[in-house]
């Protein structure tokens, strides 16, 4: 698709952004689906953030997908949040509605579709480790189909969430609800470009299917630990597809193809584009 003068312009806005694969994805999916747009990254100071949102509605920037550390801050600055988004407190996905911004969260459901690969969400006992921006949108959107338990290093941040109908606790009663699990997701960010585990090994038991948001590496530690085990796992790429995924089928009402989404992020996370 040639870039000309009727091409839509849609990013990523955060800080940093260099390292993404969301240019990668979907750049790969409008030459897909024949859409003359392009998408860039932008990297926005904390203190620009108003003025990179205002210049994009003044541009008619038609999307945008915000990350750290704006996804909070940004919800200030937008005309309208849906409903998630104003819940969660956090917007990842802005459209631009005939000049309007409006602010969507498409984590939660980029997560619940991941896990969906693989169990039944739907009445089951979830345990959340984590309660930072993921770990909060996964607890929102689950919570709505199933038995939720949102377990953090920070006892308070996870007590808040119990405004949407989930059980918060510490991290330290980890041994106890995960006996009581069905599915087990890590959402903090340890493991991250690091060989370390939130849990240990000797609690993993093969009923329990375990999701790991974190992508880099995309076999955790935790996952390789859970496979060992026995459980059926899923990694942080899957969310990140289907997260990416909903932003686009809010901007253009596609509906994608989210095998090859995985295999363009697959190459790009092996740096091969
Ligand atoms: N796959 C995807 O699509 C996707 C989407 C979003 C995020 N992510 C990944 O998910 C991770 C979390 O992202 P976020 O936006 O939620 O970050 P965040 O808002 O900064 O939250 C970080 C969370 O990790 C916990 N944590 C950090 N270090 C810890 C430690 N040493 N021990 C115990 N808990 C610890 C924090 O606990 P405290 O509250 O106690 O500090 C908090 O719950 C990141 O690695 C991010 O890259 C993946």
Not at 8 to 34: C, D, Q, T, W
Not at 41 to 69: C, H, Q, S, W
Not at 78 to 95: H, K, Q
């Amino acid at each position: 698709m040639d870039i000309n003068a009727k091409t839509k312009v849609y990013g990523l806005i955060g800080k940093p952004v260099r390292h993404s694969l969301s240019p990668i994805m979907h750049n790969a999916l409008f030459e897909k689906y024949n859409i003359n747009a392009v998408y860039l990254a932008f990297e926005v100071e904390l203190g620009r953030l108003r003025d990179a949102i205002m210049g994009a509605k003044a541009l008619g920037i038609m999307g945008l997908n915000v990350t750290m550390p704006h996804k909070v801050e940004v919800t200030k600055f937008l005309d309208e949040l849906s409903d998630e988004a104003r819940e969660i407190g956090s917007v990842n996905t802005i459209a631009n509605e005939d000049g309007r911004l409006v602010g969507y969260n498409t984590d939660g459901i980029g997560a619940r579709k991941a896990l969906e690969r693989v169990t039944e969400v739907e009445g089951s006992k979830v345990l959340i480790l984590g309660a930072g921006g993921a770990g909060r949108a996964i607890a929102y959107e689950l919570s709505k189909v199933a038995e939720v338990v949102v377990l953090n290093r920070t006892l308070e941040k996870a007590k808040e969430l119990e405004k949407f109908g989930v059980k918060g606790d510490s991290l330290e009663e980890l041994p106890y609800y995960i006996e009581w699990a069905d599915i087990l997701i890590n959402a903090t960010s340890v493991g991250m470009g690091e060989e370390r585990s939130i849990v240990p090994k000797n609690l993993l038991r093969p009923s329990l299917v375990v999701m790991d948001i974190v992508y880099k590496p995309l076999l955790t530690r935790l996952l390789r630990d859970a496979r060992s085990m026995g459980c059926v796992t899923v990694d942080g790429l899957w969310m990140l597809v289907y997260q990416g995924a909903e932003s686009f089928k809010i901007w253009t009402g596609v509906e994608v193809d989210v095998e090859f989404m995985r295999r363009v992020a697959l190459e790009g996370l092996r740096g091969g584009r």
